[in-house]
């Protein structure tokens, strides 16, 4: 196992368009995590996922988003109708929900989304 | 709600010098982690060093090492006979009860030779 993959790496959309993302996680690991991080910014919490359950959502995360893991494995992040204001960096990272290491989370390279 | 604070937007440090980075933490609650990333330009991020709130003790892993001063909710880092590859964007990161990291903005480490 090589790590957190996320596909694709970069994408251009216009505004208005919808873009889908994928989060492949490492295979043992059962909590998955969606950040979004803006330019000279740390990343922001989106949501989470203990296997295929959503746990928890930000307030971040408007109508226009939404974070499916259907089989507990890979997760994708949609945004409809994207703004402007959708361009950033979309990381995901994973972890393992063992005691005392659900905390340590691997992050992935993340998708650049640029939307003109 | 949990707020980190990195102060320092930007530092340079010599190569082979020590460089100590900044961070402060607000939070009601006593059992927590702290870590620090690490985000080269255009690659992933890397966790660098955790210290865990109930240890007195301060983590150190090789030429990484924080002062963690839990009562001043000061957590910094210091790198010791800093080299080229550290190069990068350093973030100060909290995780509590609410399951999730906490990032601080970022600190921008350049090592000049």
């Known amino acids: 196992d090589t790590g957190v993959s996320q596909n694709p790496r970069h994408k251009i959309t216009k505004r208005g368009q919808n873009v889908t993302f994928r989060c492949d996680p490492i295979s043992e690991h059962n909590r998955l995590y969606w950040y979004r991080q803006t330019l000279g910014q740390g990343p922001e919490f989106l949501t989470y996922?203990?296997?295929?359950?959503?746990?928890?959502k930000s307030r971040l995360l408007s109508d226009r988003f939404s974070a499916e893991r259907p089989k507990g494995s890979f997760s994708t992040l949609e945004i409809q109708r994207t703004e402007q204001g959708d361009s950033a960096m979309y990381l995901c990272?994973?972890?393992?929900?063992?005691?005392?290491?659900?905390?340590?989370?691997?992050f992935g390279p993340g998708t650049r989304l640029t939307v003109t | 709600a949990q707020t980190v604070t990195q102060s320092q937007p930007e530092m340079s440090v010599q190569e082979a010098e020590t460089v100590t980075l900044s961070c402060t933490y607000d939070t009601s609650e006593n059992n927590y982690y702290l870590f620090w990333y690490k985000q080269p330009p255009s690659r992933q991020m890397i966790l660098v060093i955790r210290q865990e709130a109930y240890k007195q003790q301060n983590a150190t892993e090789n030429r990484f090492s924080v002062n963690f001063q839990k009562a001043a909710k000061s957590f910094s880092l210091k790198i010791s006979d800093s080299q080229l590859g550290d190069t990068a964007m350093y973030f100060c990161?909290?995780?509590?009860?609410?399951?999730?990291?906490?990032f601080g903005a970022g600190t921008i480490l350049r090592v000049k030779s």
């Open positions: 990161a909290f995780w509590g009860y609410g399951n999730k990291l906490v």
């Open positions: 990272a994973s972890s393992a929900r063992l005691a005392g290491s659900s905390y340590e989370q691997y």
């Open positions: 996922f203990q296997n295929e359950a959503q746990l928890e």
